[in-house]
Each structure stands twice: as structure tokens, then as C-alpha cells.
């Protein structure tokens, strides 16, 4: 009986959306879990999901497969819309993490130090991304949790990253844009999509990108851009965007079905989410 409400209903949302814009497929929920191991503290996340898929999973016909987006320092976890349409029109459930909070103290830079000083935004990080996990298995039963797809800028790059490293179990895909300090998974496990700016200001660290010889035998895709480092969210140009989204849909194509859906259009950031200034701070990220 539930599988057949649930199919009357998809076929109503078929007839609306021969009607209406492609906006009308992808539904976005923001929620917020306090981490009790974490003296409860805050974690906010974004769930875009197609609502069609989302009902199928509900009836037990399918099983989501999972992106968590982390965004980097100074972005809100909200303003990776381009990325986030790509992958909720391809039929995954993607989770848009808040890492950073008011109250946290300001990312800095320390030469000489693992991570340049920042292990502790990354364990942080790799925190925030299993309480969203274990939280919304329980809203999502019927979402594959143990198969991530990761995506991240900048210092979210180095999140995803980080978190690979730490569970590889868990992961399939990373996909980073900019990471600078935390170096690739070279074991040919996991499949890396990378896209690296041409920005005198942001340069990864020594070790941190494989040299062409090391990506190609482990299967890592390389995309060395003309964009600057802080273009690479919904702040940047449209063409950088479909550039991206392009780049990104080959990747997912290789061995996924192709979306179902036509590409949404990037929704640019509204005033209140988007803080104005750089990604990171220029200063900062030079050597």
C-alpha cells in the first residue's frame, strides 16, 4: 500500500514538472544536531535531495547515494549551490556541512607544523561530518552511508581529504577544489577529481598534489584551471561554474548512469549568506 501511494505520487510530481522549472525536482532542508561527545556543540547542516528520489527511497525502492560538501574558510556551507545541483539532479542525497562556528577561534597558519597548524580544524571537521552521518541515517535509512562521495574548497578540500585518510572504508570519491595541505590518497583506491587554480596567492604545499606520473597510476584526475582560488563557489562567474559542473558530470559519468535531469542553474548567494571578502585570507595562505 505505501509503494503504491508512493508511485500515484511520483506520477503526479511527473505530470507538475512537465509544467514547471527545472527547480521544482530538488528539495533543500536545513538542519541543525548538537554533537553530545562535543559538550553539544552545533553542527548545521544543508540536505538537497530530488524529491522524486527521496520518495523512492521513503517506499524502499532505491538507495540514495551520499555527498557531503565541505565548504571553505570564510564561505558558508550554503554558497556551493552549483555543486550541490549537480549532484542532487544525479539523484544523490548531498549534505552541505557548516564547519566553522562564531565562536571558534580564527584559523591561522603555523610554518614548520603538520598541516601548517590546522590538524585541529581537521579533526574537526572529520567530527562534524560523523555526527551529520550518524544523525541522519536515522532520517535517511535508505541512504547509502557507506560509500561517500566528498567534495570540498579550499580548507574543505583538506577536510575531505583528511577525512578519506581517516576512513577509507567509508569513501569512494573526493572530488577538492583548491585543497592546499592535506596531500592526495596516492593507493588507487578512491577516485580524486582535483581542480587546481592559477592563483599566485593560494599554492599547495610541497607533496600535497601527486606529480602527473603518480596521479595517472592511481587513477587521479588532475584539472589545472586559468580560475582564481576564490572563484571556485557560487561567488565565481558562471563560466567557471559550468566549466566545473562539466568537468564534474564527466567524472560522475564514468561510472554512474548520466543525470536524468537537466543541469539547475547556480543560484547566486543571497546577501545574508554571503560574507563579503576572500575565501582565506591572502595573507595567510602565502608562504
Known sequence: MKRGIVVLCLCAMAIAAYFSADRWAIRRTEMTFND?????????VEVAVRRDREMQAMADMIELPVAILSHGNTVKHTEYSFLTNVFASRGYLVVSIQHDL???APMVTKVGEEYVGRRM???????????????????????????LTLIGHSNGGDISMFFAKQHPELVKKVVT???????????????????????????ADPGVVPDDDTAAKAGIKVVRTEFQHNDLSDRGSDSVKSSIQTSVQQFLDEDEPPSTIPLLTAAAPSPANAAPGPVDSAPAEKK
Open 121 to 147: 580544524q581537521y579533526n574537526r571537521g572529520a567530527f562534524n561530518i560523523m555526527c551529520a552521518i550518524d544523525e541522519l541515517k536515522k532520517r535517511y535509512p535508505n541512504a547509502d552511508f557507506r560509500h
Open 36 to 44: 553530545i561527545l562535543r559538550e553539544d556543540r552545533n553542527v548545521t
Open 177 to 203: 577544489l583548491d585543497n592546499l595541505r592535506v596531500p592526495f590518497i596516492t593507493d588507487g583506491k578512491i577516485k580524486i577529481l582535483s581542480f587546481r587554480s592559477k592563483d599566485p596567492h593560494f599554492k
Open 102 to 104: 562564531d565562536t571558534d
